[in-house]
T-cell receptor
Framework: SQKIEQNSEALNIQEGKTATLTCNYT??????LQWYRQDPGRGPVFLLL?????KEKRKERLKVTFDTTLKQSLFHITASQPADSATYLC??????????FGKGTSLLVTP | EAQVTQNPRYLITVTGKKLTVTCSQN?????MSWYRQDPGLGLRQIYY???????DKGDVPEGYKVSRKEKRNFPLILESPSPNQTSLYFC???????????????FGPGTRLTVL
């Protein structure tokens, strides 16, 4: 069956360090993968999209990698800040228009 | 301001009483979608729509109906709600292309539904 796995345990890091979150998938051949941020009780907010033919994408302090051989995407936040504390979701689609989400990883950045 | 709006934001109802959750977007997006979010299960897609009069089932469509009569609106209908439909519901919209698939999805603020 198809699975999208993100670390269920919360990630606690110190301010200023780099946070790395993992998204692994099985039985998908995703055309693209998206990362979202979600704060408690609020809707997800889109962060980055990376396509199957792209290895890496950057946006300000964010970096996403996409390894279709390992079936994994890594999401990095450099110089993390307490304001980065949230749940981060990965989502992918084989092709087309049905987007499937992982359960998310909670990130806590402490001063 | 570009946004997706949902109403109501909070709803408590009883089993079997039909309800509709409205969703509207002002970005002229063709694609709209409904998700439910439950603890331990994450976000799951209920239905999506590629354009007016075009809808398709997501992963958990049972017990739900949708319609897309206008581009900007995508209401979610629960004909006979049951307690297992108690959840947090999100509507989303997006541009898409045949070649590239979905672009950025914009989510609404959520509707917290409790069915007693």
């Amino acid at each position: 069956s198809q699975k999208i796995e993100q670390n269920s345990e919360a990630l606690n890091i110190q301010e200023g360090k780099t946070a790395t979150l993992t998204c692994n998938y099985t039985n998908y051949s995703p055309a693209y993968l998206q990362w979202y941020r979600q704060d408690p009780g609020r809707g997800p907010v889109f962060l980055l999209l990376i396509r199957e033919n792209e290895k890496e994408k950057r946006k300000e302090r964010l970096k996403v990698t996409f390894d279709t051989t390992l079936k994994q995407s890594l999401f990095h936040i450099t110089a993390s800040q307490p304001a980065d504390s949230a749940t981060y979701l990965c989502a992918l689609a084989n092709s087309g228009y049905a987007l499937n989400f992982g359960k998310g990883t909670s990130l806590l950045v402490t001063p | 301001e570009a946004q997706v709006t949902q109403n109501p934001r909070y709803l408590i109802t009883v089993t079997g009483k039909k309800l509709t959750v409205t969703c509207s977007q002002n970005m002229n997006h063709e694609y709209m979608s409904w998700y439910r979010q439950d603890p331990g299960l994450g976000l799951r897609q209920i239905y999506y729509s590629m354009n007016v009069e075009v809808t398709d089932k997501g992963d958990v469509p049972e017990g739900y109906k949708v319609s897309r009569k206008e581009k900007r609106n995508f209401p979610l209908i629960l004909e006979s709600p049951s307690p297992n439909q108690t959840s947090l519901y999100f509507c989303a919209s997006s541009l898409y292309s045949i070649a590239g698939g979905l672009d950025t999805q914009y989510f609404g603020p959520g509707t917290r539904l409790t069915v007693l």
